[in-house]
């Protein structure tokens, strides 16, 4: 029983400090808004969250509406580069954040380019995705945008293309609960790395459709 709770605690402890590191590292990661002003882009990259019931979730209107701010004060597209993700829902991930958009700002004039990989139903597929779009359309430098404590993961996955790419990130402020949220699926991604078997099970069990 002694082991147990100094088990316990030793896992504990070594929760917190990961904990902490990975909270420090998503502040540093993001840049501050005023620097942004003295850069120039060729588009912005939106990292959604999936959809309940085909409608937006909190953390994804945050980030939403705080890029669609930038792309429209900018005159630069918005790249959003997720697929099929909702069960029963036949547009993508990608279209139901456009539809939401759209209707939220009639007012605003902004460019959306939508991806094309019905399948890119996780962060590193949906960087891959919105990479390709980005080439394609031989754009250099990009702001890509996602929730502050997204943003460990999210550079991880994008790290693979600053060969070509200029890339900045800016952190959205949200509710504190997200960073644990982004916490879990932090450690998750490395017992079910990118691309394995297990992953694409585990994206099937939780309901992210093919």
């Not at 990975?22 to 969250?49: D, M």
């Not at 399948?119 to 891959?128: H, I, N, P, Q």
């Not at 980005?134 to 430098?141: D, F, R, Y």
Request: charge should be positive; aromatic fraction near 10%; include cysteine.
């Amino acid at each position: 029983m002694t082991f147990f709770i100094i088990g316990f605690i030793v896992a504990l402890l070594v929760g917190i400090a990961l904990f902490a590191s990975f909270t420090r590292k998503a502040g540093r990661i993001g840049e501050k808004e005023s620097n942004l002003s003295k850069k120039s882009f060729n588009a912005i990259v939106l990292h959604t969250y999936c959809p309940k019931h085909s409608r937006v979730p909190a953390r994804g209107r945050i980030v939403s509406e705080a890029a669609v701010r930038f792309a429209s004060q900018w005159k630069i597209p918005l790249i959003l580069a997720v697929g099929h993700t909702v069960p029963g829902e036949p547009r993508t991930e990608s279209q139901v954040y456009r539809d939401y958009l759209r209707e939220r700002f009639p007012e605003k004039t902004f460019n959306i380019i939508l991806g094309k990989d019905l399948d890119a139903r996780d962060t590193a597929r949906e960087t891959k995705e919105a990479a390709r779009l980005a080439k394609e359309q031989k754009m250099g430098s990009l702001l890509v945008v996602g929730l502050t404590p997204h943003l460990v993961r999210i550079q991880g996955y994008w790290q693979d293309f600053s060969k070509d790419f200029s890339l900045s990130y800016i952190g959205v402020s949200g509710p504190k609960r997200y960073y644990v949220w982004e916490f879990c699926m932090f450690i998750l991604e490395k017992i079910l790395p990118p691309g394995s078997r297990r992953r694409q099970i585990m994206l099937d069990i939780s309901g992210r459709r093919r």
